[in-house]
Each structure stands twice: as structure tokens, then as C-alpha cells.
């Protein structure tokens, strides 16, 4: 079906209108020992967010998850989810939105302060081992052609933000960017770094050791958070929830 999409994706693109969850066949892909392949699907029944949460899912979404196997120790796993931030954020930006990145995996249109819509959020799965990484699943659900009407509160869509939407081309390029930045890792922080909304922001950061609370100040490979709190004191947060809070 990549040929009816007119794709030319550095993948395999098997594709659905409808499906429970793009991860969860990707995940059965993955531990069949498939490679390079992308499952996207325009509705999901039973779309998953982090954390056990829900990720609504109606038609006229992109929602797809890519099956890589790369050559990595486990510790460089969280850049595949970096790079799906920012080639969806890219993507999203070629279709006329004004897409940011929030950290550490939502793509979202900045409002007035400190508030923004969310178009786009990311569950990546992986398994292997310390050394290596068998395989890595980015998932990405970005918000197309629904109306704001038809989504979360906070959500925002890219036909809501730009009036149209060019599913084709918008899947072209996340892949296409996908691609280039999985085969130069070193790129991924730097892209990153120029599409945050939450770099220079005081932030509150949910962590399993408690919240820390202070400015963001960098990101640093593979993903981890730096926040300077107000006694001073620099705090690294590798994962955790993430809230921009008012000056
Ligand atoms: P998250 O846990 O960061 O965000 C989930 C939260 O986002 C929900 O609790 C809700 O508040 C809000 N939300 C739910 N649906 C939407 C939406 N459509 N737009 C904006 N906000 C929403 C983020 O999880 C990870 C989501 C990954 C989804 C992709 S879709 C393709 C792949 N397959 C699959 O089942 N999951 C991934």
C-alpha cells in the first residue's frame, strides 16, 4: 500500500485505514524479526500513550510506528524517539504549522506564555540488552484532518493550524528525516536543541525521585533533561513528566 500512498520511503510501509494500534503490530513485526518497516494506520481503536494513558486515535490521523534494528548499545536507544520528534516536527512545519518541541516527545504549536497545543505524541518500545539494542518502535500519532471539535482538549490538528493537509507529503518527509537523522546520531541533539519550546523555560519535571523544579538549560545525549534549579544547582532528568510553568 506504499503505492497507493505514492511513497518513496526508505521503508516498508504496510498500511491501514483502521487498526487497534500501529505499536502493537509493529511490536509483533519487530519480534517476528522484521527490519525497516513502518505500519501506519488512519484510525486507531485502542491507541496507546506512555504510562498506560490513552492516545485518541480518530480518522483522517497519521499514526505509525517504525520498526528499526539498530547497530547501538541500549543507552543511545532514547535518540530514535528524539528523531522521531524532530522529523515529525519538520514534517509538520512543511505543511505550514508552527511546531515546536516540548520535552521530551510531544510536538506542539506554541500559544500565548507558556501554554501550547499538542499535535503530535510519540511511545517508543524497545528490547535488547545493555550492549545492544535488537530493536527500537517509535510511535507516532500526529493529529491531520480532525477539528479540534473531534479532539482532546489541549490538541490541536495540522488541518486545524494550516486549513489543509497533504498526508502523502507529510509522511514522505517524517520518514525521509526519520532516515537520515537514525543513520548520523550525532545530529539528533543538535536538531532537537533548535526546535525545543521547553529550552529556557522554568519547568517543573514529574520524576520517580520527586519533582524538580527550576529552568530547562540544555538537553543532552540521548535525551536527558538539564534543569538548573533556583538554589543553583544543575539537576539531570532522564525521564519524567514535563510542565511549563509561568515565570
Ligand atoms: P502521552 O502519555 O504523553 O500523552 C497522552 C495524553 O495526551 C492523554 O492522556 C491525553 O491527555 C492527551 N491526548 C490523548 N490523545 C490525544 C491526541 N490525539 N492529541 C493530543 N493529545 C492527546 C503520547 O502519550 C504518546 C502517544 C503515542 C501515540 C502513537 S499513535 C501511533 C502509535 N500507536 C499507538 O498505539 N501509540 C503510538
Keep these: 500500500l506504499s503505492v497507493v500512498l505514492g511513497l518513496d520511503a526508505p521503508f516498508t510501509v504496510e498500511s491501514h485505514a483502521r487498526l487497534d494500534s500501529t505499536n502493537r503490530r509493529g511490536r509483533d513485526l519487530a519480534e517476528e524479526g522484521a527490519a525497516d518497516v513502518v505500519v501506519l494506520a488512519n484510525e486507531q481503536t485502542s491507541g496507546r500513550g506512555r504510562l498506560d494513558r490513552t492516545?485518541?486515535?480518530p480518522?483522517?490521523?497519521?499514526?505509525?510506528?517504525?520498526?528499526?534494528?539498530?547497530?547501538?548499545?541500549?543507552r543511545d536507544a532514547p535518540l530514535f524517539t528524539l528523531a522521531a520528534a524532530v522529523a515529525t516536527a519538520r514534517a509538520a512545519r512543511e505543511q505550514g504549522a508552527d511546531a515546536h518541541i516540548k520535552w521530551p516527545n510531544d510536538v506542539v504549536v506554541p500559544r500565548d506564555?507558556?501554554?501550547?497545543?499538542?499535535?503530535?505524541?510519540?511511545?517508543?518500545?524497545m528490547q535488547g540488552e545493555a550492549?545492544?539494542?535488537?530493536?527500537?518502535l517509535p510511535g507516532i500519532g500526529t493529529n491531520a484532518e480532525a477539528s479540534t471539535a473531534d479532539l482532546p482538549e489541549g490538541a490541536t490538528s495540522i488541518r486545524a493550524e494550516t486549513g489543509a493537509v497533504d498526508r502523502r507529503a507529510f509522511v514522505q518527509r517524517l520518514?525521509?528525516?526519520?532516515?537520515?537523522?537514525?543513520?548520523?546520531?550525532?545530529?539528533?541533539?543538535?536538531?532537537?536543541?533548535?526546535?525545543?519550546?521547553?529550552?529556557g523555560q522554568r519547568v517543573r519535571v514529574e520524576t520517580?525521585?520527586?519533582?524538580?523544579?527550576?529552568?530547562?538549560i540544555d538537553v543532552e545525549r540521548p535525551g536527558t533533561l538539564v534543569v538548573r534549579r533556583d538554589d543553583g544547582e544543575e539537576v539531570?532528568?532522564?525521564?519524567?513528566?514535563?510542565?511549563?510553568?509561568?515565570?
Design 59 to 74: 480518522p483522517g490521523g497519521v499514526y505509525l510506528s517504525i520498526v528499526v534494528r539498530p547497530d547501538v548499545p541500549m
Design 113 to 125: 506564555g507558556t501554554s501550547y497545543d499538542k499535535l503530535s505524541g510519540i511511545l517508543t518500545e
Design 55 to 57: 492516545w485518541e486515535a
Design 236 to 247: 539531570r532528568v532522564n525521564a519524567g513528566d514535563c510542565e511549563h510553568l509561568r515565570p
Design 175 to 199: 520518514l525521509e528525516e526519520f532516515d537520515a537523522l537514525r543513520e548520523n546520531l550525532d545530529s539528533v541533539v543538535p536538531a532537537w536543541r533548535e526546535l525545543a519550546l521547553t529550552l
Design 208 to 216: 520517580p525521585d520527586g519533582d524538580v523544579v527550576g529552568e530547562a
Design 131 to 136: 550492549d545492544r539494542v535488537e530493536w527500537v
